[in-house]
């Protein structure tokens, strides 16, 4: 494996610090973005293949994830508030455009910030976005959890100090990563979930057709929270896709290597195709 440089920073958006971790060097940006709970560390893996391969990637912990402020207020959150994040990354990076997305949450959030700022979007990658044929899955699987937040609170407090308590460099890469998603307060995490799933989940339809960036679209089969359905959708929807389906819901996580190696070469595209289009006008 390429060892690539790896360096933590923060920014501030709306009075809110984020925290994010940057990998590798040059102009060719790609921010990766978390699932619903997930702290940032689950794209490690992928930002450093796409670092060893040329890329200069970060990935963010949004508001009331990881490292990142939680507050309580479900105000505070919403999927387009998500995508005003990245570009409010970008903007205090400098960074004129960026490949965008990630995984579930991550995706949409992607989505949102190439509906609010199309120039700033140079590629879009979303795995497993959640759309029309999640919503009801989604919510079955998250209310539970904002019960037990509102109500039961205890339950994940207790929670938090058993998973704080285990050393993360004791246990495998998702074990570990398992234990920091269950690391929440219940307040925040409440309101986090409140705020996603009782706004708009995603752009409209009709926003995600006028989407002109070039995309990566990674569907899994039989996931009930991210039905193959919705990746495939939102596939025919952009007018520039790549649609890829997984061999299972944990290839990407567990036999990365296929998945690693499309996304780089579709990383690769987005940039080299303007490249080739200068030395042709030059």
């Given at each position: 494996?390429t060892?690539?440089s790896?360096?933590?920073?923060?920014?501030?958006?709306?009075?809110?610090?984020?925290?994010?971790?940057e990998?590798?060097?040059?102009?060719?940006?790609?921010?990766?973005?978390?699932?619903?709970?997930m702290?940032?560390?689950m794209?490690?893996?992928?930002?450093?293949?796409?670092?060893?391969?040329?890329?200069?990637?970060?990935t963010v912990d949004?508001?009331?994830?990881?490292?990142?402020?939680?507050?309580?207020?479900?105000?505070?959150?919403?999927?387009?508030?998500?995508?005003?994040?990245?570009?409010?990354?970008?903007?205090d990076?400098?960074?004129?455009?960026?490949?965008?997305?990630?995984?579930?949450?991550?995706?949409?959030?992607?989505?949102?910030?190439a509906?609010?700022?199309?120039?700033r979007?140079?590629?879009?990658?979303?795995?497993?976005?959640?759309?029309?044929?999640?919503?009801?899955?989604?919510?079955?699987?998250?209310?539970?959890?904002?019960f037990?937040?509102?109500?039961?609170?205890?339950?994940?407090?207790?929670?938090r100090?058993?998973?704080?308590?285990?050393?993360?460099?004791?246990?495998?890469?998702?074990?570990?990563?398992?234990?920091?998603?269950?690391?929440?307060?219940?307040?925040p995490?409440?309101?986090?979930i409140?705020g996603?799933?009782?706004?708009?989940?995603?752009?409209?339809?009709?926003?995600?057709?006028?989407?002109?960036?070039?995309?990566?679209?990674?569907?899994?089969?039989?996931d009930?929270?991210?039905?193959?359905?919705?990746?495939?959708?939102?596939?025919?929807?952009l007018p520039?896709?790549?649609?890829?389906?997984?061999?299972?819901?944990?290839?990407?996580?567990?036999?990365?290597?296929?998945?690693?190696?499309?996304?780089a070469?579709?990383?690769?595209?987005?940039?080299?195709s303007?490249?080739?289009?200068?030395?042709?006008?030059?």
């Open positions: 494996m060892l690539v790896e360096r933590i920073g923060q920014f501030f958006h709306d009075g809110h610090r984020l925290e994010y971790t990998y590798g060097g040059g102009d060719r940006w790609v921010v990766l973005v978390h699932g619903q709970l702290p940032r560390r794209h490690q893996p992928l930002a450093r293949y796409l670092a060893g391969a040329g890329a200069h990637v970060l949004l508001l009331g994830h990881g490292r990142s402020d939680r507050p309580e207020d479900p105000l505070e959150y919403s999927m387009t508030a998500f995508g005003e994040q990245i570009i409010a990354l970008l903007d990076r400098g960074i004129e455009q960026a490949i965008v997305g990630g995984t579930s949450l991550g995706a949409n959030a992607g989505l949102e910030a509906v609010l700022a199309p120039e979007v140079r590629g879009l990658i979303a795995e497993m976005p959640v759309l029309d044929n999640a919503l009801e899955a989604g919510l079955l699987a998250f209310a539970p959890l904002l037990l937040a509102r109500f039961l609170p205890a339950s994940i407090q207790g929670t100090l058993v998973t704080r308590a285990v050393p993360r460099g004791v246990v495998p890469f998702w074990a570990g990563i398992a234990l920091d998603t269950m690391d929440q307060r219940p307040g995490m409440a309101a986090a409140h996603i799933f009782f706004g708009r989940i995603a752009p409209s339809s009709r926003q995600r057709k006028r989407i002109e960036a070039p995309a990566l679209v990674v569907g899994h089969p039989r009930p929270v991210h039905p193959a359905a919705d990746a495939a959708m939102l596939a025919e929807e520039d896709c790549t649609f890829v389906e997984a061999r299972g819901i944990l290839e990407w996580r567990f036999r990365p290597q296929r998945l690693n190696e499309i996304a070469e579709f990383v690769s595209r987005c940039y080299d303007e490249s080739a289009a200068r030395r042709l006008q030059g």
